[in-house]
T-cell receptor
Framework: KNQVEQSPQSLIILEGKNCTLQ??????????LRWYKQDTGRGPVSLTI?????NTKSNGRYTATLDADTKQSSLHITASQLSDSASYIC??????????FGKGTSLLVTP | DSGVTQTPKHLITATGQRVTLRCSPR?????VYWYQQSLDQGLQFLIQ???????AKGNILERFSAQQFPDLHSELNLSSLELGDSALYFC???????????????FGEGSRLTVL
């Protein structure tokens, strides 16, 4: 069983709408949690990195939240744009160097 | 531009053949990671090197091997290729944070391998 679970697996929204992607993890001890955006056929690009002591971090229209007690994180996208269509990957870093990748949420923003 | 360079971008070869993928990390990054991404699948961790030494190993097949050279570039060697090896292969690099935690990962644009 994957230790980092993302939901939904895929999502379709209208341009201009907001959406929230979820990430639940079971790995420990936890060091930091990252969200990446991966355009089709391209390398992932970092959106946010949060340590266990941070509960929110923003990067433009992207806001990530973290609840280390419930081991849940969310990525909120505000006023979506067509260019937001991509796969969003949650990655949990253990203390040390190990990284655990979720399978990603595929987001499609339609006109 | 992430600063991580991967070559070749595309590669088409036949089953049973051997290929080498190359990665130049971001300037100053000592850690290099290799990932495999098959069609519509998530990123699968293969192997990590830190300053020339193997640091961690994931789901890497015995037919695959990698190394990191003194100039910090890395190569992933794939041999006895099978149809199922067709995938995007990504290299990423990072610095290490205080305490040994992995810093931000910077990914290359990937090498797309097609095995016919």
């Amino acid at each position: 069983k994957n230790q980092v679970e993302q939901s939904p697996q895929s999502l379709i929204i209208l341009e201009g709408k907001n959406c929230t992607l979820q990430c639940n993890y079971t790995v420990s001890p936890f060091s930091n949690l990252r969200w990446y955006k991966q355009d089709t056929g391209r390398g992932p690009v970092s959106l946010t990195i949060m340590t266990f002591s941070e509960n929110t971090k923003s990067n433009g229209r992207y806001t990530a939240t973290l609840d280390a007690d419930t081991k849940q994180s969310s990525l909120h996208i505000t006023a979506s744009q067509l260019s937001d269509s991509a796969s969003y990957i949650c990655v949990v870093s253990l203390s040390g160097y190990a990284l655990n990748f979720g399978k990603g949420t595929s987001l499609l923003v339609t006109p | 531009d992430s600063g991580v360079t991967q070559t070749p971008k595309h590669l088409i070869t036949a089953t049973g053949q051997r290929v080498t993928l190359r990665c130049s990390p971001r300037s100053g990054d000592l850690s290099v990671y290799w990932y495999q991404q098959s069609l519509d699948q998530g990123l699968q961790f293969l192997i990590q090197y830190y300053n020339g030494e193997e640091r961690a190993k994931g789901n890497i097949l015995e037919r695959f091997s990698a190394q990191q050279f003194p100039d910090l570039h890395s190569e992933l060697n794939l041999s006895s290729l099978e149809l199922g090896d067709s995938a995007l292969y990504f290299c990423a690099s990072s610095a290490l944070l205080a305490g040994g935690a992995t810093g931000e990962l910077f990914f290359g644009e990937g090498s797309r391998l097609t095995v016919l």
